[in-house]
């Protein structure tokens, strides 16, 4: 590649840069009566407020064929930090998903809730019911901060409330500030004619989307590492004293572009809580804003800044920028990354339910009425609701005296064994959606692995390994939004019905996979996931996990 | 009565119809046709309608073309509550028409009750029988000629005479007629054969252009509720219903022409209002005025129930507002939200412009259903003369009288 083509800007910038405070055509695109799409423009701009446009690529052969165009509708996705509403938000997300949606509420891997299959003249009606719940969109997807995740569990640890805090300021100082998002969405007035000044993101926006994600030791549920920036708790005595700060991480990488690779963050060093942490975490993204590469969109992630600067160079440009140096890094220990299902009591007394939800769809199927039992959890106005980075819910912040009103619930739609009457590998498994809206998808994911899972049980049966929490994710392309290079077993799409198969990520998401068979069908993937269980049934060592024994074993390399 | 104003010269603005019992249908019909004549300003009276039903006479010396079905798409899609197929038709020979034609399909009556009725009578069917324009045998005769389907009186009462059964004066299918009535053997029934009349041809808009989709070709746009609310009831369920045909079947068809409804010069700007099926000749028009690269600027309002589901032709017109060829599309689509929104509001909207388009030369093109539809959209033309123009009433239809004189207003409806 020639020097002059690597220093032009992807279109994408343009588009930024020219779109007035991100608010481009999108009035007009939205009175294109002729279409139920976007100006090709307006689709890049339409991100940054939260939604993408997609099509049921099910449905285009057919559509085609009667002359009508592709079935377009869109994904609107919350700005939910941390992953948290009220009992009466989640009233009002189950009617707006009914209303102008599929029906389903989808969790996300990032902690907050996203609806498909919302038609163009649906939009604004969409928003407007969300703005009503005090609920916003903005910047959940785009080339911004998207919704920073937090360890969702406060029964977990007695610092959570303070922690979860972080997640909020760092959301709020993050944010984009530009008005386009009132004035297009909900008919705003616009009250100067020039656009506003945004110190961290100027015109220009990031080169590429940035994740930032709060653990608490010993539990990563969030999968810290897979961030741009990832903070690690560091809890002395008892107290929340700071954060060890990561960055770099990012799971994304193209099928046979070898310069793309899905990288684990890496820890720069200690802050101190309050006002450094959020500096620090400012000025990395500053650092990524001028220093990340905005002509190949698909090497603009922080984790390539960062290994062109190297470490040093960005801790370098970091301590400049912040002003104070990084301390050496605390001790912390990740035991696990899995949500503890059940009831849990907090250190004040509230009661937390973990339920399993497959793939973080809450609707009501043939097996189990979950979205209407969540419905009618939510009009005792006794819970909170929480989302996991696993694509589980939490009930929250429930009394003592409530906790048997909430129970009778389980009872009556059948919630009280549906924990315990899925398996082990079940509830330990990500899917991204994929087919039939994702655009990128090669492969399907959430409406497949189920039933690859029903499959595989029973190898896990053979083995005696059913109650073995091994980590299984699949995604439908390498882009990872299902954190697949980060599982004990990834299976990454590559064409329709075939994945590669990777192992040998740790269980707690400090060693991603490596690829260890090509385009698998599937037989060919029970085939050798009977191998390696059994070998791995036979061979190992006493609490040694799947991922930690294929690495032993020098199965992969 | 009839028979004594024809004496004096009186001329009739509709044709005689006789009733008896079961007269209401009938009666109601005729009722219906005379008040819309009587509602029409002046002029049609001579004229009646540009097109006035779908089931005309099969007129004598036409030139019917053999063709095959060689594409039968329902445009609407899954959820729909409508269905329109898009059939087009291929020929051997080159077809000749123009946009904005029409061609009389004369639809084949069902195997299976062809088949019937050969049973019923034990004919062999191929005896060869002379009918009054046909020669064929008994079953192609049953198949592509003789409607078989809800006979009229005066056919039943023919059979009555041949077959000596006492019958009540009713209308049946024949071959209900003949279960209950049977015919007491083959030769009876070749009698009877030459009593049925002819299958009325149904009138479609034509959809394509042979600029644009060549000369062996040519495309319909077929609804099924137009089709079955009137066959239903006439015609019963013996004949085959267009969207029903698959991929090679055998149709014939001759072309009608139009002069009322025909493009303008291709400098001159058109109108088209066609919600429905009415977007068939419109069809026909954009591509023919693409094909042939005509100037002029061309407006369409469109409509029907569901976006999502119901935007016929959605791609093709997408592709024509993309490359210039339509100037304008307005689009009404009256269930996607909770009040109904139909073509003569957006008309409204747009009164200005529209009555400047009018004023610089524009042709204004109806097409669809002629009611309620082609009566609100005209009575929103006028409301648009008037307001626009500062007419009066008497004015305002002046002007459109003016406008259809000079070729400049025509109608499409059924």
């Known amino acids: 590649m020639s020097l002059d083509k690597k220093e032009q800007l992807s279109p994408v910038e343009r588009i930024k840069t020219s779109s007035r405070g991100l608010r481009g055509t999108l009035t007009e695109s939205l009175t294109d009566a002729h279409t139920g799409s976007l100006r090709d423009d307006d689709q890049n701009l339409l991100k940054f407020h939260g939604m993408y446009q997609q099509d049921d690529r099910d449905r285009r052969e057919e559509r085609s064929e009667k002359k009508l165009e592709w079935l377009y509708s869109f994904m609107i996705r919350l700005r939910l930090p941390g992953g948290f509403l009220r009992a009466d938000q989640w009233l009002g997300l189950h009617h707006i998903a009914g209303e102008y949606s599929t029906g389903t509420i989808k969790i996300t891997t990032r902690q907050t809730v996203q609806l498909h299959g919302i038609l163009k003249s649906h939009i604004k009606p969409t928003i407007q019911s969300f703005n009503t719940l005090a609920l916003d969109s903005i910047a959940a997807c785009g080339d911004v901060n998207r919704n920073v995740t937090c360890s969702a569990h406060p029964g977990e640890s007695p610092v959570h409330e303070e922690v979860f805090t972080y997640a909020d300021r760092i959301s709020s100082m993050a944010l984009p500030k530009t008005r386009a998002y009132y004035e297009v969405w909900l008919d705003e007035e616009k009250l100067a004619e020039h656009t506003e000044e945004d110190p961290l993101y100027q015109d220009r926006y990031l080169p590429r989307k940035f994740k930032i994600g709060i653990a608490i030791p010993p539990n990563n549920d969030v999968d810290v590492l897979t961030n741009d920036v990832g903070l690690i708790a560091i809890v002395e005595n008892g107290e929340l004293v700071g954060f060890n700060i990561a960055a770099g991480g990012g799971l994304s990488a193209t099928h046979g572009n070898p310069s793309t690779y899905p990288r684990l963050a890496t820890v720069l060093g200690f802050v101190p809580k309050g006002d450094d942490t959020l500096k620090a975490v400012y000025e990395i993204m500053t650092i990524q804003r001028d220093f990340g590469n905005r002509s190949d969109r698909k090497l603009a992630r922080l984790k390539y800044t960062i290994d062109r600067m190297t470490v040093e160079g960005l801790k370098k440009e970091l301590e400049a920028r912040c002003g104070f140096k990084l301390q050496e890094a605390r001790h912390y220990q990740f035991t696990s990354r899995r949500d503890h299902y059940g009831w849990k009591q907090n250190h004040k007394g509230l009661w937390y339910y973990t339920l399993f939800v497959e793939n973080g769809l809450v609707r009501d199927d043939e097996k189990l009425p979950l979205k209407t039992a969540m419905y009618e959890i939510a009009q005792t106005g006794k819970c909170n609701f929480r989302f996991s980075g696993n694509q589980n819910l939490i009930l929250a912040d429930i009394s003592d005296s409530d906790k048997e009103a909430i129970e009778d619930l389980f009872e009556k739609y059948g919630l009280g064994l549906h924990n315990q009457n899925n398996s082990a590998i079940r509830k330990n498994s990500i899917a991204c959606v994929a087919f039939n809206t994702c655009p990128l998808a090669l492969a399907e994911a959430q409406r497949y692995l189920p039933t690859l899972i029903t499959k595989i049980e029973p190898i896990l049966e053979k083995y005696q390994l059913k109650d073995d929490e091994i980590t299984l994710r699949m995604t439908g392309c390498p882009n990872g939004c299902g954190r697949s290079p980060a599982a004990e077993i990834g299976l990454i799409g590559t064409s329709y019905g075939f994945y590669n198969l990777h192992i040998g990520g740790d269980r707690n998401g400090e060693r991603l996979n490596i690829k260890y068979r090509d385009s698998l069908d599937e037989s060919g993937i029970l085939s050798e996931l009977d191998q390696l269980l059994g070998l791995y049934a036979s061979n190992r060592k006493t609490a040694e996990t799947f991922g930690d024994f294929v690495i032993r074993e020098k199965l992969v390399s | ?407 400049r207003y025509g109608k499409d409806v059924y």
């Open chain 2, 1 to 407: 009565m009839d028979a004594r104003f024809k004496s004096f010269g009186g001329k009739a603005l509709l044709p005689l119809r006789k009733c008896d019992v079961d007269y209401e249908a009938d009666a109601k019909e005729w009722f219906d046709e005379l008040l819309q004549i009587l509602s029409k300003p002046s002029a049609t009276a001579a004229q009646p309608v540009v097109k006035s039903t779908t089931i005309a006479a099969k007129p004598a010396g036409k030139k019917y073309y053999a063709a095959k079905v060689v594409t039968n798409i329902n445009l609407n899609d899954r959820g729909s509550r409508k269905q329109t197929f898009h059939i087009e038709l291929g020929t051997s020979e080159d077809i000749i028409y123009e946009p904005g034609d029409t061609i009389g399909i004369v639809p084949h009556n069902r195997a299976e009750v062809v088949n019937r009725i050969l049973s019923l009578t034990g004919i062999d069917p191929n005896t060869e029988i002379q009918t009054a324009k046909v020669k064929a045998s008994v079953k192609e005769l049953l198949t592509k000629h003789l409607n078989i389907c809800y006979l009229l009186s005066s056919t039943m009462k023919k059979y009555a005479g041949i077959t000596g059964h006492e019958i009540p004066d009713i209308r049946m299918d024949l071959v209900d007629l003949l279960r209950i009535y049977p015919v007491k053997e083959a030769s009876q029934f070749v009698e009877v054969i030459k009593t049925l009349l002819a299958i009325a041809p149904r009138l479609y808009s034509v959809a394509s252009s042979p600029e644009a989709h060549g000369r062996q070709e040519i495309h319909i746009t077929v609804a099924k509720d137009r089709f079955l609310a009137q066959d239903e009831q006439r015609y019963g369920l013996c004949s085959e219903f267009l969207g029903d045909l698959v991929v090679g079947s055998d149709v014939s068809f001759y072309v009608h022409k139009d002069k009322h409804f025909k493009l303008p010069a291709p400098e001159k700007d058109v109108i088209m209002i066609g919600p429905g099926t009415g977007v068939a000749p419109f069809r026909s028009f954009l591509a023919h005025r693409d094909a042939t690269g005509a100037t002029g600027r061309n407006w369409f309002f469109f409509g029907e129930q569901l976006f999502v589901t119901d935007f016929l032709y959605q791609t093709e017109i997408q592709n024509f507002l993309a490359t210039g060829v339509l100037t304008r599309l307005d689009l009404a689509f009256s269930r996607d939200q909770q009040e109904k929104i139909y073509v003569q509001h957006r008309m409204q909207k747009h009164a200005a412009e529209l009555y400047q388009w009018i004023k610089d030369g524009a042709s204004v093109f109806i097409s669809g259903t002629k009611d309620p539809m082609s009566k609100d959209v005209e009575n929103c033309l006028l409301n648009i003369f008037k307001e626009q123009g500062q007419l009066n009433d008497e004015e305002a239809n002046k002007f459109l009288e003016t406008l259809r004189k000079e070729g």
